[in-house]
Structures are given as structure tokens and as C-alpha cells.
């Protein structure tokens, strides 16, 4: 049986034995219709033009979270961020997992979507946010949509400052042959709030995880919300990542993507305007070796007035690695004096690699200053030259070339510890040890 | 100020395009509809022989295969290809030796259109093929160049006097399966012009085609075919035009061009079909595949200037097969009113060594939607590949919109590729920086925007830029919003 129709055909099993609201089975269920009638995108849909998902779904998963698998926390540590106090909401083999968790109710709700989605005091919560703002006709989004159950829930109320960062981890453990991984977040930033989270996918096994995630995203007027993606998994494990934002005004929302490992990823980060003066900011470093492949698409929707919106994504390509972008700039009739920029610079580094990009303007207002700038090239030989001179290894050289290429991504990280870790992550990358600290 | 810009708009929306007359010139033209016995009527009609009437019915048998593209960004009806005629000639078509044995209501409009061609042949020394409705009635100073060893005449003459270049390079470029309307070109084309510089030989003047569209209810479908030799070089200039009709025209050609080791061919085209009326009725539809073959050390450069046309779709683009060929892209495309263009190039990389520039400049103004669209392709095994890549565009008004699709596929890590695009308006800054110098604010934006279109006025051949110069002005003036 194909992998489609085995999604489908589940998805009876699935909803039963499983007490929600009629609603919420009701967006399941049209869901799944859009699903069968569209089935995986193909590279003949323009918007997968250079990624293609035969590869995954040409073998069957297992789509059932199973009963909860405990883990060493000793195990797993290592992947926390761990010398800095954090609220956390980990997951493993899609289950969650209470006993590595720290989840609250005081004063910010961090917990389980399932909860919030089953539990009549969230109800007028979730019929206004749950799946308002996902793209309904995308077929991977509609995918998770129709098994949307289990997740992170955290909502900020007007005016609070969230005191620690909240850390989102989804591990497999390998028990498993194949899994595939479906969570769906929902975040809502209330006016005035402050927040920072970070997500992470790791596999602690070698075996194949499909993680297909659907995040939506709500920040109201004066928010702040911080978003830091870390993409560092096994050359098994695959991630769909969904993200959808809308910004009220004078918010403002930054996603930072490090893709630094993972056999396909595939980032999707959507952002709506819904008010004047929002700022968005987004960033992303990939670096990538053997066969990888990673493909950035991101569409920033200007609907109003006095926006801005700053993207910078820079790869690093070596041996067979495939990068893909595909920016998308959309400025309204009505969103006047709208700043947008978008850049992206990509350096291929072996003769295997491949970069394809394709950063898309579509602009309808006339006052307006819009840019885009995207480069495909090498490392500068006479800055290799000048750093060989003065007697620095090639390998070091190299390595600080690309390290500083990408270094203007990192200046924006607000988390120290963050910051640190990805910095020594990078320089792991690139095979070095850089001899400094940030 | 005594002339406010609200008085200019309005002077710019009642202008008329002035070549919307049409010229009463009677015409031998085929009943509605496509269909086999059409394209084999065409061929007749054409005294063709047999292997060309098979490599139209072989082109019609993909193309009835093929579905209409609707990627594009333009929104546009869908012509009804079941309602048009596909062959229109004006009646009276003896062969030209000279000027003079021209029917002289025909030179009467070419003298309307502004090209006089008695002047021009004196004077500039261009050598024009004059296409009307799909057929070609004059070639100027076909001795001079057959002097050189220059062929320059109608493909149709071409098809019957030099079988085997035409069989050699036809649809070598653009074969007919490459998409709906290159193959409809190739089933039904009627005519076109040719062109065969020999080895080594600088082609002395400028080669130039005029298309005009006359009868109504026709489509135009020419095809152009240039092949550089060995060492040679050209220059190359089109041009357009069509009478104001309330329904969409239909113009579908093809230009192929082909350089040979070390020859360079300039190609420039002023397109100025009719764009509609300011209601956006009527109006040419313009599809066009144009694509040129790099080989060794050879260069192609494409020049254009779009200002008409209710719809275009047109990609001029560069094969750069050969080891350090170049190619090269210069643009404007201006979109006024409820005209929509989509337009770019394709530049493909496979040779080692080879270098390419795209400057393409965009401005839209009224109602107007106008998109670039291009390709950037090294292949794995082209090494050095180099690219350059600029777009701006310009805004006028609140109700128009610029769009930018760039596609960059690099497969090979010594390819260096830039791409910049800008979108912005005419700065009050900018403005207020003339006025003050004592600029009137319509002076001012006629002197910005031919600043922000100079890069590639300035590589169109003289008498073509002059004409551009107008026809922006005709297109812009008055339009800032």
C-alpha cells in the first residue's frame, strides 16, 4: 500500500478512541479531504520546483505514537541548553515526555496541545487561533492538520514578559523502524508580551524519522517574539517545518533557522501583516556536506502600511549538498512606504554542489523601497592569500572565511548561551577549532 | 505650476498611438480555424517543397499535443485560435527589384509609420525586410549585400533558394516540440526574414525587419532565422507595429539565432505593437520565443525595448554552448494603462569560460502589471561561468505592480553569479533636487527615467535609440502619480 493511502486510510483508527470537541474533529476531517485530493507535492508544483519528497515517501512509517519510551536524561542533556535556566516541552518518539519536561501555568501557559485542545477552558481560545492562520490548501499543511493532536501549546498574556526561554524538543529514540513525526504547535504572544523559544528535532539513533511540523504563530500589538529553529539532526532524519506568523501592529517577530544537518529539510516560514509599523526579521545559516539538502521558502506578505521586513540567508555547500531559496516579497496595493529586503549569498565550495535560488519581489504600491540581492560564488582567493601569508593553515583560513561569511546571521541571536552553542556548532562544521569565542 | 501633473495624465491617457491607422490594401486571406489541410494550404500557398510541408505537419501533430502554458504572470482570454486566419497577404505580391515597382499605397504607409524607406536606404544605410502581415513585401539594398555574400531576404525566398541552410539550422535552436506557441509558430508560419553572414565577413549596415500587422481578424506569425559564420558579425534590428482594433491580435514568432565560432550577432527590438486602449480593449497579444547558440568565442547580444502589446510574453535568451562565449541581455519594458508583460531572458551556461549580463529595466505606470522572469543556469561541467544580473524597476502610480521571478541554478562551485533587483518610485527627493535647480517637475522625470533606462538605450544602434527615446516618452510622460 502506498504511504498516501496508508495516511488516509488511518485516519479512521486515528480519531477513534480520542475524546475532542466536534469542532476540532471537523478541521481534521476537511483537512484530510484536501490531503487526498492533493496528495505529497511534486516537483511539478512550482513552489517544489527543486526539492522533491520521493525519496521519503517511497517506504512506509509508522504514523501511531506509541506508549510513552523513557530516556537517560544523562542521554540527552547534551542537546538542552544547559547552563541556562529553561522551560521545556520534550517529546520523544512523538510522545510526551513529563518526566524530562518542564511545562507551567503561572502566569504563561507552556504545555501540551492535546490538553489545550480537549480541555473546555482553552475552548475560546482555540476556536479563535487553532488553524486559522495554516495554510489551508497546502497539502502538507492540510497533512498535519487532519493528525493534529499532540504538541506545544504556550500563550503569554498581555503585558508579561516570559522570564525563561521555552525549549521545544522532539527526540526519537530508533525503537521504532520509521516514524513519522506530525506535531503542531500554537503560540499566541499577547499585546504587549515578550517571548523566546527555540525548537529542535533530534534523532539519538540512526533510523529514518519524517518529522512533518506545522507551527502557528500570533503576535498581537507591541509583542516581541524571538524564534531560534535549530536544525542539527542525523543524515536519517528528514523535517517539513511549517511556520505561519501574523504580526499586529508594531510587533515584532524574528525566526532564526540554523540548518546544519539532517538529510531534507524543508523550511516553510510564512509571515502576514496585519497592522502598521511591524518589523520582521528573517535569518537563516545552512551549511551543508555529503548529500543533503536543504530548501528555504519563505513569503513575506506586506498587507499594510509601514512595514519593514529584513531577510538575510547565507549556505555554505560542500561535497554532493543541494541548497535551495525561494524568497517571496509580496507588498500590497495598500502597504505604502513598506521596507523590504531580502538577501541571500551562497557559496559553493565543492564541484558537486548545487545552489538554486529564487528570490521573487511582487510589489502593487508604488511608494515603496524593496531589494533583493543574491550572490552564488566562491571564497575570495586574495583573502585566502592574505591570511596564508601570514601563516594561518588553508584549512584555518578556509574556516575563518566562511565563519565570518555567515557571523553577520549570528550577530542578531539574543541568547548568549545560544549564540555560544551555535558558534562552536559552526566552527565544528567547518572542522576547526576557531580559537575565540564570541 | 501652470501645467500640473493631473493635466499630463490626462494628455497621456487620450493619447492615441499613432500608428493605429490602417491601410486599405486588399488582401488574399485564408478562412478562419486551424487544421491539417491549413498548414498544408500554407505551404502551397508558399510554393514549398515537400520536406518543409512535412516539417510543418510534423510540427502541427506536437504542437495539437501540447497544452497552452499558464505560468506566466499575466491574466489574460485565451485566444481562440478556431477564429483567427492564419494567413493574410497583401494581394498584389509580385517580386521587388526595386523601390519604385512597390505598390505605392503600401509605401504610402510605410512613410506614415515613420520609416520611410526611400530615406532610409539614402540616408542611414539600413537594410530593411518589411513584413506585413506575416508576409514580406520589401527588401532594400539586397544587391549591396549579396555583393559581401551577405544573404538577407524572406525566409520563404530562402526556403526555395537555399534548401540546405535552412534545412540545417530550422528549429536547430528552437525546435517545434519546445513549447505551444514556438510549435504553433512552426506549423503555420508565413513568413519572416533570413539572414546568412559568410565567414568572416562584417556585415557593412545595419539588417533591418518592420513587422506590421494590417488585416484584422489575423495572426501574425513570422519567423526569423540568423546565422552568423565563422568570424562574422551583425547587426540586427526589429521593429513592430499594428493598427488599433477593438479585438486581440495574436502575433507568435520565433527568432532563431545561431553564432558560429567567433561571430557576434547584436539583435535589437523595438516593440511597439498596439497596446489596447487606455480602457484596456483590444490590444496585440505577444508571445514570443526567441532563443540564440553560443559556439566557440562567439557572442549574442539581445536588445530590447518593449513598449506595446496588451500582453507579452517573450524570453530572448542565450545557448552559451561554446568555450568562452558570451551572451548579453538589455531591456526596457514599459507597461502603461491595463497592458501586462512578463519578460526576461534565459541564459544557460555550458561551455567553460562563458560570461553573461542581464540588465533588464522595468516601468509601469496606469493599471499596469510588469514582471521580470529569468533563468541563470551554469551546468555541472561549465567551469568559470560568470553572471551578472541587474533589475530595476520603477513604479508610477498606485495601482500598477512590479514583479521580479529570478531563477538561479548553479551546478558547479567556479560559477560566480550576482543578482540585484530594486523596486522603487521616483524619489520626491529626486524631484525636489531638479526643481530646485529650476527643472520643471515634467522635465525632471523625463530626465530621471532616461537616466534609469540609459544602460540600455545606450546599446541600441543610433537610429533605433532616437526612436526609443520618443517611444518612452510617449509611454511615460505624464504618468507619475
Given at each position: 500500500m502506498e504511504f498516501k493511502e496508508k495516511l488516509v486510510s488511518s485516519h479512521l483508527a486515528f480519531e477513534d478512541g480520542m475524546e475532542f470537541p466536534e469542532t476540532v474533529q471537523q478541521v481534521r476531517a476537511n483537512a484530510l479531504k484536501v490531503f487526498e485530493a492533493k496528495g505529497f507535492p511534486s516537483k511539478k508544483d512550482e513552489a517544489w520546483k527543486y526539492t522533491s519528497l520521493a525519496s521519503l515517501i517511497n517506504q512506509d512509517y509508522s504514523i501511531f505514537p506509541k506508549d510513552e519510551t523513557n530516556v537517560d536524561l544523562k542521554e540527552v542533556k547534551k542537546y538542552f541548553l544547559f547552563d541556562t535556566d529553561t522551560y521545556k516541552v520534550i517529546f520523544i518518539d512523538g510522545v510526551y515526555s513529563p518526566f524530562l519536561s518542564n511545562t507551567t501555568h503561572d502566569g504563561i501557559d507552556v504545555c501540551l496541545l492535546s490538553a489545550a485542545l480537549s480541555k473546555p477552558k482553552y475552548k475560546k481560545l482555540i476556536d479563535s487561533y487553532f488553524n486559522k492562520i495554516a495554510n489551508q490548501e497546502d497539502s502538507m499543511t492540510a497533512l498535519n492538520t487532519s493528525y493534529a493532536r499532540e504538541g506545544t501549546y504556550i500563550y503569554i498574556p498581555k503585558s508579561v514578559v516570559a522570564e525563561k526561554p521555552i525549549e521545544i524538543i522532539h527526540f526519537s529514540t530508533g525503537k521504532e523502524k520509521a516514524v513519522w513525526l506530525q506535531p503542531r504547535n500554537l503560540i499566541v504572544v499577547d499585546q504587549n508580551a515578550q517571548v523566546q523559544i527555540i525548537e529542535r528535532h533530534q534523532s539519538l539513533k540512526e533510523h529514518p524519522v519524517v518529522t512533518n511540523c506545522v507551527t502557528e504563530i500570533y503576535v498581537h500589538q507591541d509583542a516581541f517574539m524571538d524564534y531560534y529553529k535549530l536544525q542539527n539532526d542525523l543524515e536519517t532524519a528528514s523535517l517539513i517545518d511549517n511556520t505561519y506568523i501574523v504580526q499586529e501592529k508594531n510587533s515584532h517577530a524574528s525566526v532564526h533557522t540554523f540548518s546544519l544537518g539532517g538529510k531534507l529539510i524543508r523550511n516553510n516560514l510564512n509571515y502576514y501583516h496585519k497592522g502598521e509599523h511591524i518589523l520582521s526579521t528573517l535569518k537563516g545559516v545552512t551549511i551543508l556536506k555529503g548529500k543533503q539538502h536543504v530548501d528555504h521558502a519563505t513569503l513575506v506578505h506586506h498587507a499594510q502600511p509601514n512595514c519593514e521586513s529584513h531577510q538575510d540567508y547565507k549556505g555554505i555547500f560542500s561535497e554532493r549538498s543541494e541548497g535551495v531559496f525561494n524568497g517571496q516579497i509580496l507588498v500590497d496595493k495598500i502597504a505604502q512606504k513598506t521596507n523590504a529586503f531580502q538577501q541571500n549569498n551562497n557559496i559553493l565550495l565543492d564541484d558537486k554542489a548545487t545552489c538554486n535560488t529564487k528570490p521573487q519581489l511582487e510589489i502593487f504600491a508604488d511608494d515603496v523601497k524593496c531589494s533583493h540581492g543574491c550572490t552564488i560564488g566562491q571564497l575570495d582567493e586574495e583573502a585566502l592569500f592574505y591570511l596564508r601569508s601570514r601563516g594561518i593553515p588553508k584549512k584555518e583560513a578556509k574556516a575563518l572565511l566562511t565563519y565570518a561569511f555567515a557571523n553577520n546571521v549570528l550577530?542578531?541571536?539574543?541568547l548568549p548561551s545560544l549564540k555560544k552553542r551555535i558558534n562552536n556548532q559552526i566552527a565544528n562544521k567547518l572542522g576547526v577549532s576557531l580559537g575565540f569565542e564570541l | 505650476m501652470a501645467y500640473t501633473e493631473e493635466e499630463l495624465k490626462k494628455e497621456l491617457e487620450t493619447?492615441?498611438?499613432?500608428?493605429g491607422f490602417y491601410t486599405d490594401i486588399e488582401s488574399d486571406t485564408f478562412p478562419v480555424g486551424l487544421n491539417k489541410d491549413i498548414v498544408r494550404k500554407i505551404s502551397e500557398k508558399k510554393g514549398e517543397p515537400e520536406w518543409m510541408t512535412q516539417w510543418r505537419l510534423d510540427a502541427y501533430a506536437s504542437w495539437l499535443e501540447m497544452t497552452e502554458p499558464d505560468w506566466a504572470n499575466v491574466i489574460y482570454k485565451k485566444p481562440d485560435l478556431q477564429n483567427i486566419s492564419f494567413y493574410s497577404a497583401p494581394k498584389k505580391q509580385a517580386k521587388y527589384e526595386s523601390l519604385d515597382e512597390v505598390d505605392p499605397e503600401l509605401l504610402e504607409t510605410f512613410n506614415k509609420l515613420g520609416i520611410s524607406v526611400d530615406e532610409q536606404k539614402k540616408l542611414s544605410g539600413v537594410a530593411v525586410d518589411i513584413v506585413m502581415d506575416s508576409v514580406s513585401v520589401a527588401t532594400t539594398f539586397k544587391k549591396t549585400l549579396a555583393e559581401k555574400g551577405i544573404i538577407f531576404c524572406s525566409i520563404s525566398e530562402a526556403i526555395k533558394e537555399h534548401p540546405e541552410l535552412v534545412k540545417k539550422y530550422i528549429g536547430s535552436v528552437i525546435p517545434p516540440k519546445d513549447n505551444y506557441y514556438a510549435g504553433l509558430n512552426s506549423a503555420v508560419f508565413t513568413d519572416g526574414s533570413f539572414c546568412y553572414i559568410p565567414k568572416g565577413v562584417r556585415c557593412p549596415m545595419e539588417l533591418s525587419t518592420y513587422f506590421r500587422i494590417n488585416q484584422a481578424g489575423t495572426g501574425q506569425f513570422e519567423r526569423t532565422l540568423v546565422i552568423a559564420d565563422e568570424g562574422s558579425y551583425v547587426s540586427y534590428l526589429e521593429g513592430c507595429t499594428a493598427p488599433s482594433r477593438d479585438e486581440n491580435q495574436l502575433h507568435a514568432a520565433v527568432v532563431e539565432l545561431i553564432a558560429l565560432d567567433e561571430a557576434e550577432i547584436k539583435y535589437s527590438t523595438v516593440q511597439n505593437w498596439y497596446p489596447g486602449d487606455k480602457e484596456g480593449k483590444g490590444g496585440v497579444f505577444n508571445f514570443v520565443t526567441k532563443r540564440g547558440i553560443c559556439h566557440n568565442r562567439s557572442k549574442i547580444s539581445w536588445t530590447q525595448v518593449e513598449t506595446g502589446s496588451a500582453v507579452t510574453w517573450k524570453y530572448p535568451s542565450c545557448v552559451l554552448k561554446g568555450d568562452y562565449s558570451i551572451g548579453e541581455f538589455y531591456s526596457i519594458a514599459v507597461t502603461n494603462n491595463f497592458q501586462q508583460a512578463d519578460t526576461g531572458t534565459k541564459m544557460v551556461h555550458l561551455g567553460n569560460n562563458t560570461r553573461s549580463t542581464i540588465i533588464s529595466k522595468g516601468i509601469s505606470a496606469g493599471k499596469s502589471q510588469n514582471s521580470y522572469r529569468g533563468l541563470v543556469q551554469v551546468g555541472?561541467?561549465?567551469?568559470?561561468a560568470r553572471n551578472f544580473s541587474q533589475c530595476d524597476s520603477l513604479l508610477m502610480g498606485n495601482e500598477c505592480g512590479a514583479h521580479t521571478f529570478p531563477y538561479i541554478e548553479a551546478k558547479s562551485n567556479s560559477a560566480q553569479i550576482e543578482h540585484e533587483a530594486t523596486t522603487s518610485k521616483i524619489g520626491e527627493d529626486q524631484i525636489f533636487y531638479c526643481n530646485q535647480r529650476g527643472i520643471d517637475t515634467e522635465k525632471a522625470i523625463a530626465l530621471i527615467v532616461n537616466g534609469f533606462s540609459k544602460e540600455v538605450l545606450n546599446k541600441l544602434p543610433m537610429e533605433f535609440a532616437v526612436e526609443a527615446q520618443k517611444l518612452l516618452e510617449i509611454s511615460l510622460e505624464g504618468s507619475v502619480g
Open positions: 550577530e542578531s541571536v539574543q | 493619447k492615441e498611438y499613432e500608428y555541472a561541467r561549465a567551469q568559470n
